[in-house]
């Protein structure tokens, strides 16, 4: 079924309700930095770069970003989202 117009806008709102529900995985009742992450799903690369979804795969077509799968589920490596953007990871050495 293809869904257009307000029927698609309404699905997009309550699965975006749905999934705003769903918290980040947490270590020790705190919630993990992104940063901090192995992994994350293509939407939440997606929400974090500011990319859509076929940029996304695009860049994991070339090459750019890495992925991984787990069963049937794609996994992309934060470590390649933060290179890609060209986020320092380790502090800087101030002094």
């Not at 996994?75 to 390649?80: F, K, P």
């Amino acid at each position: 079924m293809i869904r257009r117009g307000p029927e698609l806008e309404r699905s997009v709102q309550i699965e975006r309700e749905a999934t705003a529900d769903k918290s980040m995985p947490c270590h020790q009742g705190r919630r993990l930095p992104f940063a901090q992450r192995l992994t994350c799903t293509v939407a939440e690369a997606c929400e974090v770069t500011g990319l859509g979804r076929t940029k996304i795969y695009e860049l994991i077509g070339d090459g750019r970003v890495t992925t991984t799968t787990v069963g049937r589920r794609r996994l992309v490596i934060v470590q390649s989202l933060l290179a890609l953007v060209g986020v320092n990871t380790t502090p800087a050495d101030r002094g």
